[in-house]
């Protein structure tokens, strides 16, 4: 991304868009330059409460004041983001899809290791594992955790199972204990190892 | 906060000091940890908002997964809460800000899940008895946060007896039904765990006779 793609998306109604990597580079809109050193600040405290969180993985943040708005969209690269004059404390949906198309990448873009793809096989290995724990609500609990973390089978990266596994750990936790919930974790962790 | 636990749509809610960024209360039966979540996004909104200079903070919004939490400043502390991803923060925020100038339908419950509630109350509190309620009430919440995620949203423990918020949607009672099974299995099986067999089986027997 560059300058450009950012004053071109401000062009179609993203009033203040910037972006910011996990490096902390920092790149905006004409229209938001008076802010960017704010904005280089503003990205590290959230990549660091982010990172002190560990194991949830925020998707998008808005952050509404009565002058002022902040939203981002995270991925692993960094976030995108733009600063609005919110009306009514809400903010205008068409603002998501303006920074999804910000996130497009040309085509010859080199695929990063979140991207890299899981052989959806593992999921049964998990279950196979998850049954021995909590038997008849295997099911139930696999399906409620895979819809909680938003994970789709056909699309699996391996953030994604570590993300499951930890949900799982979790969960299972609840249902037969601590310590099981642990050691579930430890033999599911041993699958991605 | 208990204002929170009738508000349909809220899976579970956290409280925070807004002096001392310290968690108050957790409540509710989401499966995230909503205590830090909103004790480090209350900070770091904080920060943000003064380095924009934007006014008095509305609220704060984050999604992970299929839900949202959503952080706003409530007297002298910031109240977390969870909902689902599509929902509307300031659906929710003017319930919590004006919660008596707001009517609501009354709630109807097709009668083979008002039938499994009054169930699942009666075993928590068979269960629980006067001593251990609280903790059969965890459990229940557990149960619900794991089990019950189709149900989560609108069904909660409110006075300490399981209710539904809202109407369920009609095309869903089956996997209202399904949920609230996993949920009374689980409670028995908790209970066959944690008092033996035949205590356990004589209290799901005192059930079935208060359910006749």
């Known amino acids: 991304m560059d300058q450009d793609a950012l004053n071109k998306i401000a062009s179609k109604g993203l009033p203040m868009p910037f972006s910011v990597d996990r490096s902390g580079a920092t790149l905006v809109a004409d229209s938001t330059m008076a802010y960017k050193e704010q904005l280089s600040q503003a990205a590290l405290v959230i990549f660091e409460t982010i990172s002190a969180l560990g194991e949830v993985k925020i998707g998008t943040i808005e952050i509404i004041g009565e002058k002022k708005g902040v939203v981002v969209d ?25 920074l999804r198309e910000l996130r497009v990448k040309p085509a010859a873009a080199v695929p990063s290791q979140r991207l890299a793809m899981v052989d959806p096989v593992i999921l049964d290995k998990i279950k196979a594992i998850l049954q021995d724990y909590v038997g008849d609500f295997t099911e139930r609990i696999f399906q409620n955790q895979m819809k909680n973390q938003g994970i789709k089978i056909e699309e699996l990266h391996n953030e994604d199972v570590r993300r499951l596994i930890l949900a799982l750990g979790k969960a299972t936790s609840m249902i037969v204990g601590r310590s099981k919930g642990r050691d579930l974790s430890r033999k599911l962790i041993e699958l991605v190892k | 906060m208990d204002i929170l636990d009738k508000i349909p749509g809220i899976i579970g809610y956290a409280t925070v000091g807004a002096a001392d960024g310290k968690v108050e209360e957790i409540k509710g039966s989401s499966a995230t940890a909503l205590g830090d979540l909103t004790a480090y996004f209350s900070s770091a909104g904080e920060v943000i908002r003064n380095n924009f200079d934007m006014g008095e903070l509305k609220y704060i919004s984050l999604t992970y997964g299929s839900n949202r939490l959503v952080i706003v400043p409530y007297e002298h502390k910031f109240v977390g809460f969870e909902i689902e991803r599509d929902k509307q923060p300031l659906e929710i925020i003017e319930q919590l800000t004006v919660p008596a100038v707001v009517e609501r339908a009354p709630v109807e ?6 039938s499994k509630v009054h169930q699942i109350n009666l075993l928590v509190d068979e269960f629980g008895g006067e001593d251990e309620l609280e903790h059969w009430l965890d459990l229940l919440n557990q149960s619900l946060s794991v089990l019950g995620r189709d149900v989560a949203p609108i069904m909660g423990v409110v006075e300490s007896r399981l209710a539904f918020k809202e109407s369920p949607p009609a095309d869903k009672e089956d996997d209202f039904t399904q949920a609230l099974r996993y949920v009374v299995d689980f409670l028995v099986k908790k209970a066959v765990e944690e008092m033996g067999s035949s205590q356990a089986r004589a209290k799901v027997q005192a059930v079935i006779e208060k359910m006749r």
């Open chain 1, 74 to 98: 995270l991925d692993a690269e960094g976030l995108v983001g733009t600063i609005f004059e919110p009306v009514e404390g809400r903010v205008p949906p068409e603002y998501w899809n303006l």
């Open chain 2, 109 to 114: 419950v097709p009668r083979n899940l008002a």
